[in-house]
């Protein structure tokens, strides 16, 4: 695998840990006073992860 596919690799799939660790812990997260809704993180998690895993397949090729 080529190293530009392994740092994209790895960068979203700390944004999904970190999307997924939000929504295990509970973090609120405040943008200019407004509470974002958690429902964001569980896409976010299934966007980033979902991004991680087909790259990962796609350069295993």
């Known amino acids: 695998m080529k190293p530009v ?3 994209v690799v790895v ?3 700390l944004v999904a840990l970190v999307h997924l ?3 295990i ?3 609120e997260v405040l943008v200019n006073g407004v509470s ?3 429902w964001t993180s569980v896409v ?3 966007i980033a992860g ?3 895993i087909l790259i ?3 350069a295993q090729r």
Do not use: D
Request: proline share 4%.
């Open 44 to 46: 976010g998690a299934v």
């Open 36 to 38: 974002i809704p958690m």
């Open 11 to 13: 960068v979203f799939a």
């Open 50 to 52: 979902g991004l991680a």
């Open 56 to 58: 990962w397949r796609e």
């Open 5 to 7: 596919s392994t740092i």
């Open 21 to 23: 660790m939000r929504i």
């Open 25 to 27: 812990q509970s973090w």
